[in-house]
């Protein structure tokens, strides 16, 4: 149990197709994070909210689209994606960004477009 | 610029052998150090930080690391590794973000490195 949720764990989607991640932690905490983390490749920061205001996009591309209604939940989602999106998603809570709180990590999304 | 450096990709290691796995950092500022697992099929998970005080920092799992500020080192070490502890180790920083004016902390992991104790 880590506290912080995510669903689905698998994912199989077209690249045509329209899906949205959810995230959900169970912590208190007020920021939260999406990550992208690829075979062989660093781990990727996409997005971060804190306090449910979005206070970093990496230069993420826009078929990709973040949502954050309140600090407990966030969802990503998904439209028209290509084939190197293909990756695990893995969404984050810490207590906030104002000090050099640990970050809790759910298990993630495992993403495969078709 | 900021950077966390795991130069092992891979550590291979005989069960109940010593274990240690490096990371060094490069920061101009005052950093905090993460050390996270990931076991297949799973997100990260904690394993141990320094925040400040003692340079010798033990977590879970038998884990343990040491902050060296000289030579910018956070290594992780085991005295006697389990074939359970075989999974994938991330280092990361905490610093204060310069681009912001708010306080606001950001972190950078490091590439990973795939501890694989054989039996």
């Known amino acids: 149990e880590t506290g912080v949720t995510q669903t689905p764990r698998h994912l199989v989607m077209g690249m045509t197709n329209k899906k949205s991640l959810k995230c959900e932690q169970h912590?208190?905490?007020?920021?939260m994070y999406w990550y992208k983390q690829s075979a062989k490749k660093p781990l990727e920061l996409m997005f971060v909210?804190?306090?449910?205001?979005?206070?970093e996009n990496n230069s993420v591309p826009s078929r990709f689209s973040p949502e954050c209604p309140n600090s407990s939940h966030l969802f990503l989602h998904l439209h028209t994606l290509q084939p190197e999106d293909s990756a695990l998603y893995l969404c984050?809570?810490?207590?906030?960004?104002?000090?050099?709180?640990?970050?809790?990590f759910g298990d993630g999304t495992r993403l495969s477009i078709l | 610029a900021q950077s966390v450096t795991q130069l092992d990709s891979q550590v291979p290691v005989f069960e109940e052998a010593p274990v240690e796995l490096r990371c060094n950092y490069s920061?101009?500022?005052?950093?905090?150090l993460f050390w996270y697992v990931q076991y297949p099929n799973q997100g990260l998970q904690l394993l141990l930080k320094?925040?400040?005080?003692?340079?010798l920092v033990k977590g879970i799992n038998g884990f343990e690391a040491e902050f060296n500020k000289s030579q910018t080192s956070f290594h992780l070490r085991k005295p006697s590794v389990h074939i359970s502890d075989t999974a994938e180790y991330f280092c990361?920083?905490?610093?204060?973000?310069?681009?912001?004016?708010?306080?606001?902390?950001?972190?950078?992991f490091g590439t990973g490195t795939r501890l694989k104790v054989l039996a």
């Open positions: 984050a809570s810490s207590q906030d960004r104002a000090a050099a709180w640990p970050q809790h």
């Open positions: 990361a920083v905490s610093l204060n973000d310069p681009r912001t004016t708010s306080g606001t902390y950001k972190y950078i």
């Open positions: 912590l208190g905490h007020n920021a």
């Open positions: 320094y925040l400040s005080g003692s340079t």
């Open positions: 920061s101009s500022v005052s950093v905090y």
């Open positions: 909210y804190n306090f449910k205001e979005q206070t």
